[in-house]
C-alpha cells in the first residue's frame, strides 16, 4: 500500500511543475539559444550528472509503502509498523544492521574500548567485534585490508560494467542520429563534439565507479561509520538528501506563483497596486531574515502542540514541520525574486509589442499570459537555481539553532548539529561531521555550478 | 535635496508600522502568555497562581486592543497593544521576560558586536578586493580558472564547517589565540583575530565572486582601453583607474549593512562566546524571551531601514543624477 | 598596491599573535599577569536566571549564591553520610514542641499531639554582611544611597561604579525580614506555597502584602516589610531568634541550609527598590548582598562573573575531621586554616562544548564537569565497574571524581490511565512487564555512557533508607545471581503480560498490538535515538509505543491536566531525606488533582498510611523497616519504572585541591585550594604553539602565484593580445 506525507506530495507537484516549465522553456524559441549554451557547457553537464543521482535519491525516498514485511532477528519477518520509501527498502541492510554504538568508518571493531567477557569467563580490556560491519571475517586484523582492496576493484569493475551498460546504448543511438559513425565518435573521443559527451560520459564513470565501490563495501562493512547508537552513517547521510533538496526546492517553488503573480502584477498595473505590492514586500524584507524564521518557527511550534490529535504519528509531526519549514523560508525569500520580476515587468510593458497588444485591444489577462510571462521566465528560472544552494546551507544553520527541521528528521543540519558534541569527544569521533560535509559540498558545489552556467545563460546583461 | 530626504524619510514611517504590526500579530496574537510563564517561574513547584501573577506583573494579562474594564482614554491605552508595541518607536523595549531592561542590554552588548563585526568587515572588504583584483590581474591564465572554481567551491561549504573547523584547527590543534572568550581594551586583540579571519574566509567566496565580475565590468569601459593606450601598466590600470571606478558600488554596498553592523552575527558570536547582540538573540530564542525576541526583530528592521537610507543618500551624494528621478 | 591587501590580513595575524609571544602562552584566554594569583577558574553555560536567595532555586543559580549567603546551617563538606552543622548558628537549632494550646511537649510525644515545632536559633556574634554601597550611611538612619536622582546615577552602570561602600553586622532582624521575604507578592518565591503551609503566621502575611503591593503599585517605591508582623518567627534578642512551624517536620533543618533563610539587611532591599537603579538592572536578583565567604562583585552575564573573598568574613576553619579515607587522599592537609582559601573565583561563560572541554585540556578550567555525555570517551571502566581515565588524561595529572547524585530519572505511568493506570492485577501485571522490558542497563551504557546506576526502588544510594546488596534489589525485575543483581529474562515479562490479558502484546480488543503513548520532551537531535530505543524496547514484548513530543511548558500542562500516559521525568532531591523521594507518590500530592508533585497520580491507601508514619520519623530501626514496605508497595504497583540514579563525574587537574564531592553542600568553594605555580608551570608546557604551518600557507600562496605571474608577462609581451 503506498502512502504519501505532505510533503511528499508537495515534492512531487514541484517536481512536475519544474519538468513542465523545462518543456514549456525548451520550446519557446527566444530561449533556445540560452539552453543550447547551457547544454554544451561541460561544467553544467558534469554538474547534472552528480545531481541526478541526488535527485533519483530523494525521489526514491519519497515513494512510500505501507506495511513492507521486514525480516526481524531470530524471527520471521513482520509487517513494519511505519511506512517505508524505496530508498529504506533498497537499503534494508544498513537501515537494520545497528550496533552498539560509534565505531569508525570500515572499521570491524567499536570506537570505544570496553569490557569485554571471555568464554572462560576472564574479563578484558578491548574493543569488541562490531555485530555487522566487517562480520565476515574471521582474522580482521590479517584480512580486513587485502578484503576491502579485492572488494574495491570488485565494484570498481561491476560500476564500469554499469556504466558500459549505459554508455553503449547510448552512444549506439548517437551514432545512429547523426550518421557519420567514425567522425563523431573520434570527436567525443577527442572532446570536440559539441555536446560535451566526452567530460559527461567520464564523469558517468568515475561515478559509477564510486557507486560500485561504496556499495560493494556498504553490502559488508559501514562504510561511514556508525553514531552513538550504531546506526549506519551513510544510510543518515542519504536519508538527508530529501531533506536538502526538498528545502531547496519546495522553498522556491512553493511561493513561486506570490512572487510571480505580485511581481507581474505590480510592475504591469504600477499606481495603488505597485504601492501596496511594494510595501509588503519591503516591509517583509526588513526584518531580518534569521528573526523573522525564529519568530515564526516559535508560533507555530506552538499551534501544532495545540492541535496536537490531529497529528498521530512522529513522521507526520516531523513532516508538517518540514513542510511549514519551507513555506515560512519561502516566505522570507520571495521578496527578492518579486522585485525583479516588477522591475523586468516594468520594462517590458513599454515594449512595442506590448504597447500594440495593448492598442490592439488585447484583453489584459491575455497580455499578461502570452506576452509578459514568457518572457520573465528566465528570471525565474535563475532565482530557483541560485536560491537552491543557499536554502540548502540555511537548514544547517536553522538546525543549529534550533528552528530548523524536526530532530528526528535526518538532515545534513542534525547531522552537523550532533556533531558539534562528537568533535569535543577525546578521541574525536569525526565522521558524521565529515560525512555530512561531503554529501552537502556533493549536492551544493554541482549547483552552484550549475547555477553559474544558467545565469551566465539567461542573464540577458551577461551576454556579450 | 532636504526636499527628496524628506520624502525619503517619511517612506520609512508606513514601513516600521508595518514591522510593529507583523511582530504584534506573530507575538501576541498566536502566542499565549501562560505559556512564556511556565517557562520562566522553572519547574519545580508551580502554581497556577504564580503563573496568573507573572502574566498580570508583566502586563501580559491586558486585552489586545480594547480594555472594556478601563474607564476614559485608558480603553484604549491600557492594552497590550499599546503598552508593548508602540513603545518599540521610542525604543522603550521594557522588559526581558526574566525581568531585565532590554535597552540596557542592548547598549551594554554592542560594543563586543561591533568589536568583531567592524574588523570583519574591513579585513573582509580588503581581503576579497585584493584577491578579485588578482584575479583579474592575471585573467586568462590558469590562476583565473581555478580561482574561480576555488570561489564557487568555498561558497559551497556551510559557515557552520568554517567556525567548527577553524576553532578546531587553530583553537585546539595549533594552539595559536585562545578558543573563544572575549575582553575589554586591547586584550580583546586575541580573541578577535579567530572570528574575523573565520568570517573572512567563510565569506570570502562569495565575495571575491561579486568584485570579481564588478571589475570585470569596469575593465570593459572605454576609459580602461586609453589608459592603455597611454602605456599604463596593467597593475596601474587596475589599482588605480579600475578600482577607483568601481568604488561607488563598493562603498554602496558597504554602507547599506553599516547598520547591521551592530546586530552581530548570531554563530560567530554563539561560538566563540562572545557577549554581543547575536549571541543575545540566539540566547533568547533559545529561552524563548519573546520580549527580546520582539525587541531585536524591531531594532534590526530598523537598522536595515536605515541602511537603505543611508545607500540612498550615499547615491544622492555621489551621483547627481538620482536626484532628478522618482 | 594588489598585494597590499594581502599583506595587511597576514600583518594582522603576526602581531596580534606576537603581541602575547611573551611570557603567558598565546591562547591563554586570561590577562598574564593574573597568571600567578590565587584564582579559580571555572565556566557557566547559561547565565543563572535569579541571584535573589529567596527565588534561586536551580543548581546553577545555587553555585553562585550559596558562596554569597549564609543561612543558619551548612552540611559538613567531608563527613558522610550527609549531616548538618552549625554555620551562621552558634550550634544546631534546638527544637521544641507545642500542643495546640501552645504548652510543651515532650521530645518523644506523640504526633498527634504535636501542634507547632518551634526552631530555636543561636546566631554567631561575629557575622558581618560584604561591602556594599546600601550601608554607606550620612547620620543615624540616614543613607547616602537611598535616593539617588538621576544626577547622582551618571556614570554608574553597574555596583562595582559607586565610589563608597560600607559594612555592618549581621543581627536576628535580618533573618526575620528574609522569611518575610518568601511572602512577598513580588518575589515570587519558589516555596513560597510551600512555606505558607508551614511557617505559622506567613500565609496571612503574604495575603497582606498582595493588598498592600497592589494598593500602592502605581506610586512604585519600596514596600518596608519591617512594620509588618510575622507570627511564626520570634527575635529575642540580635544574634537569637525562633521559627515556629506547624506540626512536626524535622526536615525543617534541612531548610535552614538552604539560602531561602540566609540574612536580608533591609537597607539592601531599601537601596535596589529605586526604579533608576531597576532601570539600570542594578537589582538584587543580580548583585546578591550576604555574609558570606565571598562577594560577587563583578556581574557580566555576557562574559563572565567573579567571585571574590569577603574581607568581613566571620571566622570559619578548614574541617579537622572527615571519613576515614580523606586522611589518605590529601583533603586534610589545611585542617585548621582559615577560609575561604582562594582569592577569587573566576566563573567564564562558555556555552559550547568543543571551546570548553579544549580550554579544560589546556590548563585554562581548573576543573570540568561531566554533566553533558560529550566527554565519557575520557572515562573509561575497569573490571569492578569503577570508572577510570584514560591514559592521556592521566598523564596530565588529571583526576577524576565520581559520585552517585541524590536524584532519580523514570519513566511514570499516569495512573489515571484507563490502561495503564489502577491498582488492578490487570494492568499492574502491565506495569510490571514493561519495567522488565526496559532494559536499564543497556539504557545506561548507550546513553550515559555508564554514568548511573540501575534504580531498585525510589531511593538513591547515601539516602537513609537505601539498602545495598540483594537486600536492597527490586526482585520483580531482578534476580539476584552470582553477587549481583541480574535483570529477569524477557520470557517473565510475557508471562505478566499474558496474565494482564495481552498475550503477546495483542490487545484482544482489537486483535492489534496494544499501543500505548509516552509524553516526552524533544529538545534536541541527540533525542531521537533514545526515543527510538524506547520504542524498541517495549517492542520487545509485542507493544506498540507512540511518542507524543512537546516542549517543556506543554508537557508540563499535560501534567498537570492528568493526560499523559506514559511521561518521562526525573527528580531531583532538595535534601538527603527518604520523605523527599517518597513524597513524590504520595496521594495527597497528585499533581492532576492537587497540583502536587506525583505526577503518576499513584494513590494506594496504604503506602499513603506509611508515609504519613515515616515523614516526621527520625533515622532508626523503625523507620528503615517502615521504608523497606513503602520499597516492596512501590515495587509491586509499579508506578514508575524506576530507572537510573546518575552519577555525576567531574574531572580537576593536579594544582585543584581539596575537591570533595558533595552533592547537597553548595557551598563548597571556601574550601579549594589552587596551586597557582604549578598550574602556570603546566600551562607553559601544554600549550605550544605551531607556527610552521603559517610559513607553509605563506610559502604555498607565493609557489602560487609564480607562475601565475611568468604566464601573465607572457601574455602582455605577446601583441596578439
Given at each position: ?464 | ?86 513603545g518599540l518607536?521610542l525604543f522603550r523595549f521594557g522588559h526581558s521576560?526574566?525581568?531585565r531592561d532590554i535597552g540596557a542590554d542592548i547598549r551594554q552588548r554592542m ?166 547582540l547575536?549571541?543575545y ?10 520580549a527580546i525576541?520582539r525587541a531585536m526583530?524591531f531594532l ?27 | ?156 552602570e ?120 531597576k532601570a539600570k538592572n ?440
Amino acid at each position: 500500500m503506498p502512502q504519501l506525507l505532505p510533503t511528499d506530495v508537495f515534492f512531487f507537484l514541484t517536481l512536475f511543475g519544474l519538468f513542465g516549465l523545462l518543456v514549456y522553456s525548451l520550446g519557446q524559441t527566444h530561449l533556445r539559444r540560452p539552453w543550447q549554451k547551457v547544454f554544451q557547457s561541460t561544467q553544467a553537464m558534469v554538474s547534472l550528472v552528480i545531481l541526478i543521482p541526488y535527485l533519483l535519491v530523494a525521489v526514491a525516498d519519497s515513494i512510500r509503502l505501507e506495511g513492507v514485511l521486514v525480516p526481524q532477528a531470530g524471527e520471521g519477518p513482520v509487517a513494519s509498523s511505519e511506512p517505508l520509501s524505496l530508498l529504506d527498502l533498497g537499503l534494508q541492510r544498513l537501515r537494520l544492521s545497528v550496533e552498539k554504538t560509534y565505531s569508525a568508518p570500515l572499521q570491524v571493531e567499536l570506537h570505544a574500548r570496553e569490557m569485554v567477557r571471555l568464554p572462560d569467563g576472564r574479563e578484558i580490556w578491548s574493543t569488541p567485534r562490531l555485530r555487522y560491519g566487517g562480520s565476515h571475517l574471521i582474522d580482521p586484523f590479517k584480512e580486513r585490508t587485502s578484503d576491502l582492496f579485492r572488494r574495491a576493484i570488485k565494484g570498481f569493475f561491476k560500476g564500469a560494467l554499469v556504466w558500459l551498460m549505459l554508455t553503449v546504448p547510448l552512444l549506439a543511438m548517437v551514432v545512429w542520429w547523426t550518421g557519420d559513425k567514425r567522425r563523431v565518435l573520434l570527436d567525443i573521443a577527442l572532446g570536440r563534439s559539441r555536446f560535451p559527451w566526452r567530460a559527461v560520459l567520464l564523469a558517468g564513470l568515475f561515478l559509477a565507479m564510486v557507486v560500485g565501490v561504496l556499495a560493494e563495501w556498504a553490502a559488508v562493512y559501514h562504510v561511514l561509520g556508525t553514531d552513538k547508537v550504531g546506526a549506519d552513517v551513510l544510510y543518515q547521510s542519504l536519508k538527508s538528501i530529501r531533506t536538502g533538496i526538498l528545502i531547496g526546492t519546495l522553498t522556491t517553488v512553493a511561493t513561486l506563483p506570490l512572487s510571480l503573480l505580485l511581481g507581474i502584477l505590480a510592475g504591469y498595473f504600477r499606481g495603488w497596486v505597485d504601492d501596496v505590492i511594494q510595501y509588503v514586500y519591503t516591509t517583509l524584507n526588513a526584518i531580518p531574515g534569521v528573526l523573522l524564521i525564529a519568530a515564526a518557527m516559535l508560533v507555530m511550534q506552538a499551534s501544532m502542540a495545540r492541535h496536537e490529535a490531529a497529528f498521530q504519528s512522529l513522521a507526520l509531526r516531523a513532516d508538517v514541520r518540514l513542510l511549514a519549514l519551507c513555506l515560512i523560508l519561502g516566505l522570507t525569500s520571495w521578496t527578492g525574486l518579486c522585485r525583479l520580476l516588477r522591475a523586468e515587468t516594468l520594462k517590458l510593458r513599454n515594449l512595442e509589442y506590448v504597447q500594440a497588444a495593448k492598442v490592439l485591444g488585447v484583453s489584459q489577462p491575455r497580455i499578461l499570459l502570452r506576452h509578459i510571462l514568457p518572457n520573465v521566465f528566465h528570471l525565474v528560472l535563475i532565482a530557483v537555481a541560485l536560491d537552491f544552494s543557499s536554502l540548502v546551507l540555511a537548514e544547517a544553520v536553522l538546525s543549529y539553532v534550533n528552528i530548523g527541521v524536526d530532530p528526528s528528521t535526518e538532515s545534513w543540519g542534525n547531522m552537523i548539529n550532533t556533531a558539534r558534541l562528537e568533535m569535543a569527544r577525546e578521541p574525536v569521533v569525526w565522521w558524521s561531521l565529515a560525512s555530512a560535509f561531503c554529501f552537502m559540498l556533493g549536492l551544493v558545489l554541482p549547483a552552484n555550478l550549475l547555477a553559474d552556467v544558467l545565469r551566465d545563460a539567461f542573464d540577458p546583461r551577461r551576454v556579450s | 535635496m532636504s526636499a527628496y530626504l524628506l520624502r525619503r524619510l517619511l517612506t520609512t514611517v508606513p514601513l516600521l508600522i508595518g514591522i510593529n504590526l507583523l511582530t504584534f500579530v506573530l507575538f501576541f496574537v498566536i502566542n499565549s502568555p501562560e505559556d512564556m510563564a511556565r517557562m520562566h517561574l522553572g519547574q519545580k513547584h508551580v502554581t497556577q497562581e504564580g503563573i496568573a501573577k507573572w502574566t498580570h506583573e508583566r502586563g501580559y494579562d491586558l486585552p489586545l486592543f480594547y480594555n472594556g474594564k478601563a474607564e476614559g482614554l485608558e480603553v484604549l491605552t491600557k492594552t497590550i497593544f499599546v503598552e508593548k508595541s508602540l513603545g518599540l518607536f521610542l525604543f522603550r523595549f521594557g522588559h526581558s521576560d526574566a525581568g531585565r531592561d532590554i535597552g540596557a542590554d542592548i547598549r551594554q552588548r554592542m560594543g563586543p558586536s561591533l568589536a568583531i563585526a567592524v574588523p570583519s568587515l574591513i579585513v573582509g572588504l580588503l581581503m576579497d578586493i585584493s584577491l578579485a583584483l588578482l584575479l583579474v590581474f592575471f585573467r586568462l591564465t590558469y590562476l583565473e580558472v581555478w580561482g574561480a572554481a576555488l570561489c564557487i567551491m568555498l561558497m559551497s561549504i556551510s559557515t557552520l564547517f568554517y567556525i567548527i573547523g577553524g576553532q578546531f584547527l587553530v583553537g585546539k590543534c595549533l594552539q595559536w589565540v585562545p578558543i573563544s572568550g572575549y575582553d575589554s581594551g586591547l586584550e580583546a586583540i586575541r580573541f578577535i583575530v579567530l572570528p574575523v579571519l573565520i568570517g573572512t574566509l567563510a565569506g570570502v567566496g562569495s565575495g571575491v565572486r561579486w568584485y570579481r565580475t564588478l571589475f570585470l565590468e569596469e575593465i570593459e569601459q572605454d576609459y580602461v582601453r586609453t589608459a592603455r593606450a597611454k602605456g599604463l601598466s596593467e597593475a596601474k590600470v587596475l589599482t588605480v583607474h579600475v578600482l577607483k571606478n568601481a568604488m561607488i558600488p563598493i562603498l554602496t554596498g558597504v554602507v547599506v549593512v553599516l547598520p547591521l553592523l551592530f546586530t552581530g552575527s548570531l554563530l560567530t558570536e554563539s561560538f566563540f562566546a562572545i557577549p554581543g547582540l547575536g549571541s543575545y538573540t540566539i540566547d533568547a530564542i533559545n529561552q524563548q524571551d519573546f520580549a527580546i525576541v520582539r525587541a531585536m526583530v524591531f531594532l534590526g528592521s530598523f537598522l536595515y531601514i536605515l541602511g537603505l537610507l543611508l545607500t540612498d543618500i550615499s547615491y544622492m551624494l555621489v551621483d547627481p543624477r538620482v536626484r532628478l528621478q522618482d | 598596491m594588489v598585494l597590499k591587501g594581502f599583506r595587511s590580513g597576514v600583518t594582522f595575524w603576526i602581531v596580534a599573535v606576537m603581541l602575547d609571544g611573551c611570557g603567558s602562552p598565546p591562547n591563554n584566554p586570561y590577562p598574564a599577569a593574573e597568571a600567578l594569583k590565587n584564582i579559580l577558574y571555572t565556566s557557566f553555560e547559561e547565565r543563572p536566571k535569579h541571584l535573589d536567595p529567596a527565588r534561586a532555586y536551580s543548581a546553577n543559580e545555587l553555585e553562585i549564591i550559596a558562596q554569597v549567603y549564609e543561612p543558619p546551617l551548612q552540611y559538613a563538606y567531608l563527613q558522610r553520610p550527609y549531616q548538618l552543622e552549625p554555620l551562621a548558628a552558634l550550634q544546631l537549632p534546638t527544637v521544641t514542641y507545642l500542643d495546640h494550646n501552645g504548652e510543651v511537649l515532650a521530645d518523644n510525644a506523640l504526633e498527634a499531639t504535636i501542634a507547632y515545632s518551634v526552631y530555636d536559633i543561636d546566631l554567631r556574634q561575629d557575622l558581618a554582611y560584604q561591602p556594599h554601597p546600601a550601608f554607606v550611611q550620612t547620620g543615624e538612619a540616614a543613607y547616602r544611597f537611598h535616593d539617588l536622582s538621576a544626577k547622582d546615577l551618571e556614570g554608574i552602570e553597574r555596583l562595582q561604579d559607586f565610589d563608597a561602600v560600607a559594612s555592618r553586622p549581621v543581627t536576628a532582624d535580618d533573618y526575620l525580614y528574609q522569611i518575610k521575604r518568601l511572602a512577598h507578592p513580588e518575589v515570587h518565591s519558589p516555596v513560597a506555597e510551600m512555606m505558607a503551609d508551614l511557617i505559622v503566621g506567613l500565609r496571612p502575611l503574604g495575603e497582606r502584602l498582595a493588598l498592600d503591593f497592589e494598593a500602592r503599585r502605581k506610586q512604585g517605591g519600596w514596600l518596608d516589610l519591617r512594620p509588618y508582623p510575622l507570627e511564626g518567627v520570634e527575635v529575642l534578642n540580635e544574634h537569637h531568634f525562633k521559627i515556629k512551624i506547624k506540626g512536626k517536620y524535622p526536615q525543617f533543618r534541612f531548610w535552614l541550609a538552604m539560602p531561602f533563610f540566609a540574612p536580608m539587611p533591609f537597607e539592601a532591599d531599601a537601596f535596589y527598590a529605586q526604579p533608576r537603579l531597576k532601570a539600570k538592572n542594578i537589582t538584587l536578583d543580580w548583585y546578591p548582598v550576604g555574609s558570606g565567604p565571598f562577594q560577587l562583585t563583578e556581574n557580566n552575564p555576557n562574559r563572565r562573573m567573579v567571585l571574590e573573598r569577603n574581607p568581613h568574613y566571620h571566622e570559619e576553619l578548614y574541617p579537622s575531621a572527615g571519613e576515614p579515607s580523606d586522611q589518605a587522599l590529601g583533603l586534610l592537609k589545611d585542617r585548621g586554616q582559615r577560609l575561604p582559601l582562594m582569592d577569587q573565583v573566576i566563573f567564564v561563560l562558555e556555552k559550547e562544548t568543543i571551546p570548553y572541554w579544549s580550554k579544560f585540556l589546556q590548563g585554562y578550567y581548573d576543573a570540568s564537569g561531566l554533566a553533558s555525555d560529550n566527554f565519557d570517551q575520557a572515562i573509561q571502566f575497569s573490571g569492578v565497574g569503577q570508572a577510570e581515565l584514560t591514559e592521556d588524561l592521566l598523564l596530565k595529572g588529571i583526576h577524576l571524581d565520581t559520585a552517585v547524585t541524590a536524584s532519580i530519572l523514570y519513566l511514570g505511568f499516569n495512573m489515571q490511565d484507563p490502561v495503564v493506570g489502577g491498582l488492578d492485577p490487570g494492568p499492574t501485571r502491565l506495569r510490571q512487564a514493561i519495567s522488565l522490558a526496559i532494559d536499564e542497563e543497556e539504557f545506561i551504557a548507550i546513553f550515559m555512557n555508564g554514568r548511573g546506576v540501575p534504580a531498585q526502588g525510589m531511593l538513591p544510594p547515601g539516602i537513609f533508607g537505601y539498602l545495598e546488596g540483594e537486600a536492597g534489589m527490586n526482585p520483580l525485575v531482578y534476580d539476584w545471581v552470582m553477587g549481583s543483581p541480574k535483570r529477569k529474562p524477557l520470557l517473565e515479562a510475557e508471562r505478566l503480560l499474558k496474565e494482564a490479558g495481552y498475550p503477546h502484546g495483542i490487545d484482544p480488543k482489537t486483535q492489534q498490538p496494544l499501543v500505548l503513548y509516552l509524553d516526552t520532551t524533544m529538545s534536541g537531535a541527540d533525542d531521537k535515538p533514545l526515543l527510538n530505543w524506547y520504542r524498541k524496547q517495549l517492542a520487545k514484548i509485542g507493544l506498540q509505543l507512540v511518542l507524543r513530543t512537546t516542549d517543556y511548558n506543554q508537557f508540563q500542562q499535560k501534567m498537570a491536566n492528568g493526560n499523559a500516559q506514559l511521561f518521562r521525568w526525573g527528580w531531583n532531591a532538595d535534601y538527603p531525606d527518604p520523605e523527599n523521594f517518597f513524597f513524590l507518590l504520595y496521594g495527597e500530592n497528585a499533581k492532576a488533582s492537587k497540583g502536587g508533585e506525583n505526577a503518576a497520580n499513584y494513590r494506594n491507601p496504604e503506602f499513603d498510611r506509611w508515609f504519613l508514619a515515616m515523614r516526621s520519623m527520625d533515622d532508626d530501626e523503625k523507620r528503615l523497616e517502615i521504608i523497606q514496605k513503602m520499597q516492596a508497595i512501590v515495587r509491586h504497583d509499579a508506578p514508575w519504572v524506576f530507572g537510573v540514579h546518575p552519577k555525576s563525574f567531574s574531572l580537576r587537574h593536579a594544582w585543584y585541591q581539596n575537591y570533595k564531592p558533595n552533592l547537597m553542600a553548595n557551598n563548597g568553594l571556601k574550601y579549594l585550594r589552587i596551586d597557582a605555580a604549578l598550574r602556570a608551570e603546566r600551562r607553559a608546557e601544554w600549550n605550544r604553539p605551531i607556527y610552521w604551518p603559517l610559513a607553509l600557507g605563506l610559502v604555498l600562496f607565493i609557489a602560487l602565484l609564480w607562475p601565475a605571474f611568468w604566464a601573465y608577462r607572457l601574455r602582455m609581451r605577446s601583441p596578439a593580445r
